[in-house]
């Protein structure tokens, strides 16, 4: 249980194009998903949280407008990498908080699940 | 705020000996505390989390982890590395309450078992 995909898993685009990355919640519901991107051999970078139904909260330092996040139904969130640039090539990751009741919540310690990733070049 | 601390960027390790991975946090209150494991190319994948109760936490992978609050560390350690345990291991810590959304990782840490 607790499965957490993504797609795609790898994509190439040209400088200036934009490409949609979906993070999907298999086998339950998640009304919170996480986006994350990692640099190489750099930690993982918390850049907005995903709640279904409302705008994301973005970290600070993040464009809201350059990466626009989508979390239509509680099983699909989306990234959208606008205008991509070379520099926003990284390793782009999802997670995603199952729907349960608070006192599961923290039984669990607010556990995330975490989807495969998605590598991203743009040329 | 809080913030994690993965002292080492690599640890080496003989292959069939104990191996320990370390690391500090800073967070306000009781922490939970996560260890996850990162192969080439992959997302994250969970070993085990320290919420309440015993300072010993075990598992998967024969891994385990021990919470030392007075120390405010959560070093991950395992009897007998495997070849196959190469990898890239993330500490991460969540401040309670409901507040706190987000994971904070630390840097990582690259452990290198060797044959």
């Known amino acids: 249980g607790a499965v957490v995909s993504q797609h795609p898993s790898w994509v190439i685009c040209k400088s200036g194009t934009s490409v949609k990355i979906e993070c999907r919640s298999l086998?339950?519901?998640?009304?919170?998903m996480f986006w994350y991107r990692q640099f190489p051999k750099q930690s993982l970078m918390l850049m907005a949280t995903?709640?279904?139904?409302?705008?994301?909260?973005?970290e600070q330092g993040v464009e809201k407008d350059k990466f626009l996040i989508n979390h239509a139904s509680l099983t699909l969130s989306t990234l959208t990498v606008t205008s991509a640039h070379p520099e926003d090539s990284s390793f782009y990751i999802c997670?995603?908080?199952?729907?349960?009741?608070?006192?599961?919540?923290?039984?669990?310690?607010?556990?995330?699940?975490f989807g495969p990733g998605t590598r991203l070049t743009v040329t | 705020a809080q913030s994690v601390a993965q002292p080492e960027d690599q640890v080496n390790v003989a292959e069939g000996n104990p191996l320990t991975v370390k690391c500090t946090y800073s967070v306000s209150g009781n922490p939970y505390l996560f260890w996850y494991v990162q192969y080439p190319n992959r997302g994250l994948q969970f070993l085990l989390k320290y919420i309440t109760g015993d300072n010993l936490v075990k598992g998967s992978y024969g891994f385990e982890a021990e919470f030392n609050k007075s120390q405010t560390s959560f070093h991950l350690k395992k009897p007998s590395a495997l070849v196959s345990d190469s990898a890239l291991y993330f500490c991460?810590?969540?401040?309670?309450?409901?507040?706190?959304?987000?994971?904070?990782f630390g840097g990582g840490t690259r452990l290198m078992v060797k044959p």
């Open positions: 995903s709640n279904e139904g409302s705008k994301a909260t973005y």
């Open positions: 997670s995603a908080r199952d729907r349960e009741s608070e006192p599961i919540w923290r039984e669990r310690g607010y556990e995330q699940y």
């Open positions: 991460a810590v969540r401040p309670p309450g409901r507040a706190g959304n987000m994971l904070t």
């Open positions: 086998d339950f519901q998640a009304t919170t």
